[in-house]
Structure formats: structure tokens, C-alpha cells
């Protein structure tokens, strides 16, 4: 069901305190607290002595307690304390898992430790960048995550779902192209000479006719960046307003997803009203997504046994990382059978 050995992204930095935080990951229950002197640290919520979830203890020094026994887990996972007893059990430690604090978010691993690999983490920079200003959101997503991703691969939804922020009449008139590069698929889309979105129009303080870019870049399994904005008609994109969209999707299990979203610009970067505008339109963008896909995944489960999606061109970029998503699937599977067997 969920490809395991990635980063996934599994709190805002700023969630993530002294007191235990409870985050359930691809069907991982896991606690995350910070040690004294900051670092982040995730563990399996559970006690390996009752079971009981460690996210409802507390941190002592640089361990958690768990709240029924007193057990505690040191940032290895390793138990640290047995009040009941000077001696430690072999078996009293819970798993740890690889953690990356990077621009704002806690990424953790949640495959095989052996193969986490920091230089896999993406490009989340503008969310930390003094020239760009940023507007984030999270919103518990009831469907399961494919669904998310077909939706930020396939922007033609824009003209009909988003009409009042970052929908228009000619997206649909506009094709396609589409890069793979690994497991990076990006869609991108240009039309040319047309007008700017309310929403983009009004915080970019902008009238007449430019042209428009849409890139999505998925990056197989758990992140988006789409590289979008306006520019003069017929100039490069890195001279106009730039936007870039930061989508950090994080199953839950199979019909709950959490949706981490930032929204970065290089535009009106000190205006307060801007900001305030963006922060209120895009919370309207991620309600109607979060609406439309908790609709479609009723329609899915209801859907006969046998009966597929109809795709067409534009989903071109869904088919494409459709493929390779069930290819690491796969090459996952195979690769636990034989320590199964």
C-alpha cells in the first residue's frame, strides 16, 4: 500500500517541543519530542512493556516516560529506566526512526534505517529564504494519497473547482508536457497571453494579458513542488512572479492522508495584506481539494470490481508516476519476501 524506504514529512518544526507529539505515518504510530538540547527524535509510540503509547508520557532529560509504568526510552530507542527494577530487559526498546529538520519541516524515515539517506530529502529552501515569503497550511485529507497526487499532477481541476482564487476558463485549453527524470515526473504546463488568476491578480497587483506556467514536480512518493507564476509575455519565468507551491503528502493509512502545503512567493514579500489575502484564498484552494477527494474516495470504494479510470491526455504525468509509484511498490515487496519466508 505505501512505499516505506522515503522521507516522509511528519510535523512543522514548530509542532515539535519538549512535550510528546503523537503523528501516525504509512500506519507507523510514532512519538516525536525534542531532546534538551533541541535535536528531534521519533520513536515507535508504543511501550515495549504494555504497549501503552509513549506520546501520553512525558520527556525526562533526554528520554520519554512512558505514563503508565515509567518506563523509559532514550533518543536510540533504547530503555533507559525501569522503576520497578534496577535490571533492563534486552527487549525493553522500541524502534527509532531516521528524523531530517530541514526549512521547517521534520522528515523521518520509515523503511529500512539502513538505507535512509539525508541527500534524498528535497529542495524546501524558499521556505526559508529572507526573499521569499511564505503562507503554510495543514489539513487532514480523507482520502488515501493517491488521490492527492493524481490532483497536483492533473491542474485542468483549477478551472472548475477553484474559480473564485487560481481557477480560469482557458487552463484546459492548454497541453501538456511531461519529464521523467528517476522517480521525478514534472508536468508542465505554459499558456501564453492570457490574464492572471483572481487571486494571483490581486496580490500581484497585476492587469492585462501575461504569460502563465504551471510545473508540477512530483517527486515519487511523498513530495510536490510546483514551480508556477506569471511573467511578461514572451520573457524567461525567472523574470516575473514567481510562485512556488511546497506539497509534503503523508499517508495516514488507506482513506487518511495529512497534507503539509507552502506557499512561497518572491512578490509583495513585506506586504501584511498580501500575506492575510493569500493565507485566507489558499485555505479555500485546500478546502475544495480536501471536499472533491473525499467525494471521489466514496465514489472509489464504490466503484464495481473491474471498472478503472478513463484517462485522457492530460493525465499523461498521473499515468506516467502512476507507474513508477507501483514499480517501487513492487521492488519493495520482492525485496521483503525472502526474510518473510
Not at 510536490?224 to 524567461?236: C, D, K, N, W, Y
Not at 495584506?273 to 470504494?301: C, P, S, Y
Request: hydrophobic share 40%; glycine share 8%; charged share 25%.
Amino acid at each position: 500500500m505505501f512505499v516505506l524506504n522515503t522521507w516522509y514529512v511528519a510535523a512543522w518544526s514548530t509542532e515539535v517541543t519538549r512535550k510528546p507529539v503523537r503523528r501516525v505515518v504509512c500506519k507507523q504510530p510514532l512519538v516525536l519530542y525534542r531532546t534538551q538540547d533541541g535535536a528531534a527524535v521519533a520513536l515507535a509510540d508504543r511501550c515495549a512493556h504494555r504497549a501503552y503509547p509513549l506520546s501520553a508520557g512525558r520527556t525526562v532529560g533526554d528520554s520519554v516516560e512512558c505514563g503508565y509504568h515509567g518506563f523509559a526510552y532514550g533518543p536510540d530507542g533504547v530503555c533507559t529506566r525501569v522503576p520497578a527494577q534496577a535490571a533492563i530487559p534486552a527487549r525493553a526498546r522500541v524502534r527509532r526512526y531516521p528524523v531530517v529538520e530541514k526549512d521547517g519541516w521534520i522528515w523521518v524515515w520509515t523503511g529500512d534505517e539502513d538505507l535512509a539517506d539525508e541527500s534524498l530529502v528535497p529542495d524546501t529552501h524558499w521556505m526559508n529564504d529572507p526573499a521569499w515569503a511564505t503562507v503554510t497550511h495543514t489539513m487532514l485529507f480523507e482520502c488515501r494519497h493517491d488521490l492527492i497526487h493524481d490532483n497536483l499532477l492533473d491542474l485542468t481541476h483549477e478551472t472548475f473547482l477553484h474559480k473564485t482564487t487560481v481557477g480560469d476558463d482557458y487552463i484546459p485549453e492548454y497541453g501538456i508536457t511531461v519529464e521523467v527524470d528517476g522517480n521525478v515526473v514534472t508536468v508542465d504546463r505554459l499558456m501564453p497571453g492570457v490574464e492572471a488568476p483572481p487571486l494571483y491578480a490581486r496580490t500581484m497587483g497585476t492587469e492585462g494579458l501575461y504569460d502563465r506556467f504551471h510545473a508540477t514536480e512530483f517527486h515519487i512518493p511523498s513530495y510536490h513542488v510546483l514551480h508556477s507564476g506569471i511573467t511578461a509575455q514572451g520573457r524567461p519565468r525567472e523574470e516575473g512572479h514567481l510562485i512556488k507551491v511546497l506539497n509534503g503528502i503523508t499517508p495516514v493509512d488507506e482513506r487518511t492522508t495529512w497534507y503539509y502545503y507552502a506557499f512561497s512567493r518572491n512578490f509583495a514579500v513585506d506586504a501584511e495584506w498580501a500575506t492575510k489575502e493569500l493565507e485566507t484564498g489558499l485555505e479555500t484552494v485546500l478546502r475544495e481539494d480536501a471536499d472533491a477527494l473525499r467525494e471521489q474516495e466514496i465514489g472509489m470504494r464504490e466503484r464495481p470490481d473491474g471498472e478503472h479510470d478513463v484517462l485522457i491526455g492530460q493525465d499523461a504525468g498521473v499515468a506516467r508516476a502512476r507507474r513508477i509509484l507501483n514499480q517501487l511498490l513492487a521492488a519493495e515487496q520482492a525485496a521483503a519476501r525472502p526474510a518473510q519466508g
